[in-house]
């Protein structure tokens, strides 16, 4: 089956974040699509494969235009999407997970065990899988599970399948059976979309590839007509204004205020040493995934760690707590912002004051109200918040003027140690040169701060060291004098 | 077999074993407990718990929980008792029909408040545990239905048969547990409850109607409640609009807990559910036996609805850190 | 016009929230049943009527305040009632074991606040819901009262204990002034502290809670411990008020409890209410059991009443919520 799109678009609460997508897809091949993070490649797929819909253009089945409204409708015209993170049923069989919503007969009628048991006999055999179809899912490895979705695609009929980073929960050996299966369902005649940051992979696998970057399909190619360091300049090309990275008076100093040495946690991270300066701004840059959140979550207590060892201003601690960081002088600004950003439906001037009781109260536990607002009021002004007020609801202002919010509210704890994660994301440009000018402003006042961000311009404006990191470890530390996007990415990517 | 397979296995062979255990000592304390009788007494017991119990399951299995069951139980067995007062000879298979219909729209209306409003199962039953509770009084308008209210046929349902005298009741939840388990185990419908409460996001992504699944296990949970009305009526010969079925639910609950089944859905087993049931009805009978007084039934029920909810608890958090899904 | 006046609202985020707020419907609610009362009886006109009406409730006014507190931080505790009856059956048997007043009051607490602590415990370490958990401990705690007491009315206590519910301050008596006492100092704590601050935060979104520091376990922990601890005070109350001590008192009472939180206006998934409209919510039931008292509708039929009012309050009060939210 041949799958074509047309002009496809999508915009999300007015930012257009896919534009004018032309995209083909041939019967027997395996077309991978690469992008930086937030490139709109993962809105392109969701789009195919039913999840959102696009805002304009049409998408083509065999020269036939097709309105795919949800997965259903998707699954019907022989679309399947493989979740990263497989989406199965961990208390029923594997039989049942692969048929599970289209078996046969009505509610009441008996399933066919012995007609499910063998048709997944069958289809788990011909994708070389050795697993009994009887068996409960609960406790069967990420990649079995994967497999085992695309053997229920298989029994859909599907003739395009959509995986999105299959890979990257994998063993290596994981992968090379996964490949094998993607090569055998392709000389089947399969067509195979496959979105993946290692280009190692990509080359071993594809027939094309596709590069997205801000929304935008760049370009197709003949993965044999293309090098790595083509790929990856498509990736990035866009044009940066050139900012000098700010230099201050206390980087002069050779003395750190935290040293993190060999921290690991299973299965997220592992030997991550590195030192931070006061007033120095410190880049951790890397694909989402890599582990640089949970890396910041275990310095701010919000996670533990197993191994390594913490040292801030020259004593070991031990961070139990997100309270016990604050009280020591860390602040962290998370990159999910509605999930552990912001109190939703709260004022914003509490939202402001929320991790300064002390600030607010008196011995007794009072709320001085006339210190909330002048202080919330402060940083409205200092930060050119736009709302109507102060008690107004912290979810109806826009994201950049929530993000400016959650600084406040840390800046109000008077942080020594402050890490931002993805300060910028769903900020628009505008915002985002004040959060800059804001971040410059704090290192200036000797704040140590953590920047993590996949956005590279953000990285290697802001940052006078960064620390790329890839799959649980640090792969490269540069300085920003040899840091440039080509080689920050190819630290990041395989 | 896989980590979690093997837990359920042992789940139920674990019921099974302190069933046995459980006999046995009894039966060493006091020979009496293994007579005809203290026998005839558990499985007279059980099978009003029991009936209700499967469609609690159901319910539980679907990640919700119905505490209304007691109420709905005892509005069927007032209404019931009721119409025979006018009408004495009422056939069983009529007073089962009607009874079965009035559990089922007091279910069927638990179960659309829930899905429409979205509000916590416990909640919205607890609202109704009153609200139906509240409709006995006034139908009844306070009167017990007293023995010689209750037809001959109904009260003979619970003690003889013409099968070799086993009581009714017995034969007929014995039915209602292998149609239980032909549903669930069997049936496309039965394990699409099992998928919604595993994992409702992936059901819904497979194009599982949630919303019928969860009304449908609401409706048989209520329609069975109003089934074991009619066994309440004819075992126990009267129908006290205060006294019957106040407090059912816990036992139910802790039954089907027991049992097995996870309170956070998509697991479970007729056949737990069975055992749970068991050895509460046994727990029951043996207590006198064991020179135990009967005050304590509760609490014991009670313990082991925590106990057991502690358990599952902290064999999930164990499981999910192997996966590497937690930090501990 | 109603699309004016809350395009209006939206821009005056001040007035919304004062405009915009489910406790006034208890505020009306209260209004129409005082109203349709008065009709009823003149009885209703008397003021000391209404507040000798409302004694036999005080013990479920205080624990619906504490039962506010848990709501807005996102929890539940459906074990109260069988606290109440727990920690009132333990009073009695220390009483006739020969503790002694003081020594049998303090007992009494102190296995409330136990009870409440082993709640939070599981809620807190073993993440169990609360709503599930709590359905268990009900029945355990009932359980063990009902081992302890059997039958029997646990009575015999000295005259000044008996019968608080009959001394008076002027005209209103003493359990009514202790509630109204309570009810303001915990809605003052609650709207004016840094403490009470922090509990909404908690409801509204404990990530982010946690996330700035609040210690959110903690916090859940100390409330449910204080349930328990109220529901001991509850015990004691309401067995001088019954002169003994049976292991079913108060059986049901979570609808009653749980109805006044709901009633006044308490948002069931958290992070909003407040102690005015449960005080509110108090009085409504008050009235509304007095009410159909005077109408000579049984005791057993008025649960008809409130189960169906609990489940309309939650539905009226989500969708007063969610149009607030826009």
Redesign the interface.
Known sequence: MQLKTNNIGKTFSGVNVLRNVDFDLKPGEVHALVGENGAGKSTFVKILSGVYTPTEGNIFLDDKDINITSPIVAQRNGVSLIHQEPQSFSHLSVAENIFMGHMEGSNLSRVKWQEINSKSNELLQSIGLKIDPKIIMEGLSIADQQMIEIAGALSKNSKVLIMDEPTSPLTPNEVGKLFEIVSKLKSNGMAIIFISHRLEEIRQISDRVTIFRDGDLITTKNINEVTNEEIIKFMIGRNIEETEVKENEFLKNEDYILNVKNLSLSKKFSDISFNLKKGEILGFAGLVGAGRTEVAKSIFGAEKFDKGEIIYNGKTIVNNSPNEAINKGFAYVPEDRKQMGIFGPVAVEDNVTSAVPKEISNNLGLINSKSVTSKTNDYIKRFNIILTSGRQLIEELSGGNQQKCIISKWLLSKPKVLILDEPTRGVDVGVKSEMYEIINQLAKEGTAIILISSELPEILSLSHRIIVMREGKITKVLNNREATQENIMSYAIN | ?????KFLRIRELGIFSIIVVFVIVAAVIDPRFMTLDSWRAVFLAIPLILVMAMGQMMVIICRH?D?SIGSILAFSAIVIGLLYIQFPGLSLWLSLLITASVGLVMGLINGF?VTR????S???T?????????????VSG?RQIDRNDIPEHVVSFSQTSFLFSIPGILIFSAIIVILTH??MR???????I??T???P???H????NVTKVTLFCFGICGMLAGVAGLFYASRFGYVN??VTG?GIE?IV??GVIIGGTS?TG??GSVLGTFLGILLLGIINVALPVLNI?G?????????I??VA??LD??II?R?KKL??GI?? | MLNKFSLYLSENPTLRYWIVRPEWVAVILLIISIISSIQLSPFFADLAFIMDSATPYVEYGLIAIILTLIIISGEIDLSIASMIALTAVIFGTAYNAGLGMPASMFIALFSGTICGLFNGILVTKLQIPSIILTIGTLTLYRGIAQSLASDFSLGGYPSWFIGIDYRYIGIIPIPVIIFTVFAIVVGFFLSSTIYGKQLYLIGTNPQTAKYSGIKVNRIKLLLFTLSGLVCGIAGVLTTSRLAVARFNMATGAELEIVLMVMLGGTYIFGGRGNIFGTFIAFWIVVILRAGLNVARIKIESQLTILGAMLIIAIILTNYIYSKSQK
Do not use: C
Request: proline share 2%.
């Open positions: 077999m896989s980590l979690f397979d929980v505490i408040v409003f979205n509000v916590h416990i909640i919205v607890l609202g109704t545990l009153s609200l139906y509770r509240g409709l006995v009084f006034i306070g032909l549903l069997h049936s496309v419908l039965g394990r699409e099992y998928a409460g595993s994992n996001v992936a059901a992504l497979k194009g599982i609009p205060g106040v816990f609950i802790a309170i998509g697991s007084p005050e304590f039934q509760k609490a014991i029920y009670g313990l609805i925590v909810l502690a608890q902290l958090y499981m996966s590497g930090n501990a």
